[in-house]
């Protein structure tokens, strides 16, 4: 059975920390859940594997015109809806078929599962805000089922 890798970063507010880009070596895949803030941060990503990333309220200019405000994607036969904001969700996920949704925007790292569906931010790995943590997160994929797990990044 195939296991795919996801990781799962937003909110960097163009800083790609190294601990960020230590701990997603290896993925098949990253998402961005936005703002990203530059255009850099998105190809030292690619660098590391394909990326998927939403557009967040703090991306401007022309770079982020090519980003969509909302992707939904399929992976691993799992659908999957990324928006940067989770009070922007337009769809009903459940009944949408779309078995994990990712947001950012809150800087707050979260998960749960409601009505079937995994609800993942992954926090911010950017700058640090208040005293909310340093994070990113992971969702694993093999046959039809997903995992999701936070990880807090040390940093100085």
């Not at 399929?74 to 459940?94: K, Q, R, S, T």
């Not at 990712?102 to 409601?114: A, N, Q, V, W």
């Not at 694993?140 to 990044?153: D, F, M, P, S």
Request: charged content about 25%; aromatic content about 4%.
């Amino acid at each position: 059975m195939e296991r795919i890798r996801i990781g799962l970063i937003s909110d960097t507010h163009n800083l790609l920390r190294p601990e960020a880009r230590v701990a997603l070596k290896g993925v098949d895949r990253i998402i961005h859940a936005g703002d990203i803030c530059d255009a850099g941060v998105l190809r030292e990503l690619e660098a590391i594997a394909p990326v998927t990333a939403v557009r967040g309220n703090n991306d401007r200019g022309a770079w982020a015109q090519a980003l969509q405000e909302r992707e939904r994607i399929e992976i691993g036969g799992v659908a999957i809806y990324v928006v940067h904001d989770l009070h922007d969700l337009d769809i009903v996920p459940e009944s949408a078929g779309v078995k994990v949704v990712i947001t950012g925007h809150s800087h707050r790292p979260l998960m749960k599962m409601e009505n079937g569906v995994l609800y993942i931010n992954p926090g911010s790995a950017g700058p640090r805000r208040f005293k909310l943590p340093i994070s990113i997160g992971f969702l694993e994929i093999a046959g039809g089922r997903t995992k999701g797990r936070l990880q807090t990044l040390e940093v100085d």
